[in-house]
């Protein structure tokens, strides 16, 4: 029995209480989409507005400053107060704008980092929808960002977003490349398309400690994912869509008010999101020692991922965007072939 | 260029690592208050009963923020009835004023909290010779609203 | 990068290679050895006369074009006819070796009826300085070669020249206002300027238009 | 032959030329922008990323300090010069009064000019760790600004000790200097020297061997010697291209002579050398400041006649002059006129980043819009002076 037929006959015995005709079994589908859909907006705009404030005192701490610590405990309500400010400004639009594309962009941006939370694994039994295809659906979903860019380039009518939306679209288009290949070693080593069953491969121990996480065997493939990584969630070393002390703010020059905010809120999502990616792919996933809940586990991993990616955030300069898009086509390109070399000679020597 | 690939990278890495835990440079602007130097060249102010009306300090003046006014107040030091006024908005804080005066009369203090809502600020004679909170309490347009 | 540093401090305490012979300060290890030997104040430092070394190659090679010569607190002078500015400048830089154009200016004389251009320079081989000067006719056309062809740098200082004191330069690349909106009135640093007050402000198609009044929205 | 195609993005307007392969496109980059460092106008002319054509546009932070200077009495315009490079306030002080000084024939008391030399180095720190701060801001390094503004922040705080002020400093008078210095303040400011030499090395750990600093650094805004020269460079920007010309070595003055410290030259030319210079020049600094402290002699601190209320009386004889220093950017020289009045006749300053400025067309042409504001950075200009 699934769990929509156990929804189903749940809402029937309260509807049967009320007197009411039993439904049909689409609405209670529809119901528990609507419900499960906004609980994933909700837990991912939260967690990317969450980690708005922990990347700003963590930012602060590297900086030697204090960072946001008024609003709330330490500061930790400080993104309500910022949504609430962008949510009451004022949401201008430019005169010579592209109505419709520079109005969409924000959420063609935002809505598919949140869909491809979807087939995520926080623990053994927290998945919002365990698909059969999860890893496909994620590549998809998470290479739609591009377009969302390129929308606002051109809807702004300004140079400064031309320049920045065009080098975010083809970063985002090279980085998907050694980004795919190297899932597909994964997928690979896995030999199905479900998050899940990447998790359950990573159980257990070789000699008895080294957990058996696919960083080992696939380090090449980690560290290439993880530079895709950083390159699609535009941050620092890679930032070029924004890179703030050229292109002013690249894309987002022309936004305000709470189209803004989703522009943000998309990256910081995106980091969290793309953060567990590489968990649950070469982490090991919510595994790990029995005193802990695999949902603490899980997100112990991400969070030290994450808090990786924002040590690098402010430690390192930006790159130049043709030595960057170099560095993907004739350096991780061939490496991630490579590493897909490497999966296939395991897979054939029965490692996995 | 480092001799090693990534080696730099690594370095400046544990470099900011190291920053983390370290006190903190910055402190909370309105509750802490940074203390300025004992020569620091604030607001100008004046010792009215001092004043001698020389008009020196409206020469030294490079841009005309102080001027001499009519004014009576301390007939016995001041012959000419004369003292000066500051116009504190356009001051550049030079402290070439008091550098000129004969009788150390009028003075910069360490008070550097002058914001405004307005944008001319014309002190008399009479209120260079008191604090800016005796100011703003007593002339609440001058000060915050 | 470490040896970089190291390199910069090991290797110039060993010896200096012989500085210019016009240059006071001679060498760092001489220094060290007796730090107190210059006696205060160094004799050298102001008011040395002028050395009229640089200033008689250049009589010699242009008899007539030096007009005078003169002393600009410790740095020679020459003043010449602005006709022939190019040549002299040109053989200073190229046979004397001054190198080193610091700036181009004027000065506005107006009772003598003059504008006086300076050419300061200063050569790095030797360590001297020369002074060119030429007197315009302020009222007249105010004409003047340019010297972009043998400084490039010099481009901006005439343009600050035609700025500010509305002097030509023939032969300039690109020879407009600098520091001024296009469409000034008049040249500020001339003693005889009109200082009524000129208001800027840009029209539709983003051009600077010069305005009497600071009317309404128009800046 | 060209065919001029218009493609109207509503209202952005492309020009395609020359059968339409190459594309160009007219950007204002500044007046205000984040990387212009003050109200810099660069017009950009660019096909695709590549710039084809750079124009810098000034004047939009002109105040007419010439003019103004011959308003006034002649220390009138030392506040003023203060308000030129406004981060080395100190230096343009120093050029002023260095003119003034070889117009009037003053003497300067020793302790004086030992007090200059201490309080110009410290300047030339604080400069110098603005310059890292806004350099690495400007690659996209975020915390090394906050590293280096804490440094800048110790080194204000001694100059405010001293002077009184933090930015607009007005320190030095004709014949010397307005303050002695406070109680204690030379043991502070060796205790400073040495902590700020420490957070140096952690500077040179994070910025020098960095990777991507060196593959955004290396080969970008490359200028030759003979350019470097015709071009009026001075400070780091001439010293980068490994021309060893440093005023205060070669035409020095105050008690420089006594000072020993080496000039840091690179010889590439590029912005990987001019800021390697800078950052070696900031070890000098703290060279010079320890040997003046160690050398510091008593005496007055300004000369006979030129202090107290007489700053203003100031009344130089019928001549010219023209003194110039070395600041942390390059040659700052002030032309002083005199007639023997009251007032100047005429003041002239030659900036150093005006003339430095002036290059910025021969590093970036040919290079990408990145490679522009690192160009840009890299000349550590500051509009102040530019425009005056």
Redesign the interface.
Known sequence: MTFIDQLHSFLGDVAAQFGLPEMPLIVTKLVWWLVASVLLFTVALTIGGLFTWVFRRL?A??????GPNRVGPEGMLQFLADGIKLLTKEDLLPS???KWTYRLAPYVVVVPFVLAWAPLPWSDVIIFSNLAYGVVFILAVSALPPLGELMAA?GS????S??GGIRAAALDFSYEIPLVISAASIVLLVGGLDTQGAVMAQQGYWFGFIPKWFVFPQIIGAFIFFVSLLAKTGI??T?LGE??????SGLTTEYSGMRFGFFFVAMFSGIFFLSALTVTFFFGGWTGPGFLPPLVWFLLKTFGLVFLVF??W??????????FLNYAWKTLFPLSILNLVIAVALKVWGVY | MASIPLMGIFKGMATTLKHLGRPKDTYEYPEVKRGVAERWRGRIALRLDRCIGCSMCAQACPNGSCTMTDFEHNPDANKKGTYPQVEVAKCIYCGFCEEVCPVECIHVTREYELARYQRGALYSPVMLDKTENQIRAEEPEMGDP | MGDLEEKSAAEKDVEEPGRAPGAIWTSTAKEKEDPKAKEWPFPAMHYMPAYTDDVDPLKEAFGNDIVSDGDLSGKPVVYIHPDRALDVLSHAKKTLGFEHLSFVSCCDYPKEGILEMHWQLYSYSTGRHLVVKAHLDRDGAKRVASVTPLWTGANWHEREAWDLFGVRFDGHPDLKRIFLPDGWRGHPLLKDYDETEQFIGMDERGEDVVYDTPGPGRW | MQEQVKVAARGTTWTLEGEGRERFMDLNMGPQHPSTHGVLRLKLHLNGEVVERCEPVLGYLHRAKEKIAEKGQWIKFMPITDRMDYIAGIYNNWGYARAMEELHEIEVPERAEYLRVVSGELQRLASHYLFLGTFGLDLGMITPFFYSFGDREKVLGLIEELTGARLTITYFRFGGVKWDAPEGWFDRVESTVDELEAHHKEMWDLLVENDILNMRLRGVGVMTEEEAVSLGCTGPVLRATGKEYDIRKDDPYGVYPRMRFDVPTETTGDCYGRFMVRIREMKESFKIIRQALREMPDGPIIAKGFDGSKIIRTKPPNKESYGRVETPKGELGFWLVSDNSMKPYRVKARGHSFSNLHCLPLLVEGSTIADTVVSLASLDIVLGDIDR
């Open positions: 930012f701490f590297f900086g030697l400053r204090k010579k704008a592209d051109w009518n300004n140079k400064y031309m320049y620092i070393p930032d890179s703030e002390s050229e292109l002013i040590w690098i402010v430690t390192l300069p930006r790159f130049r965007v043709d030595q």
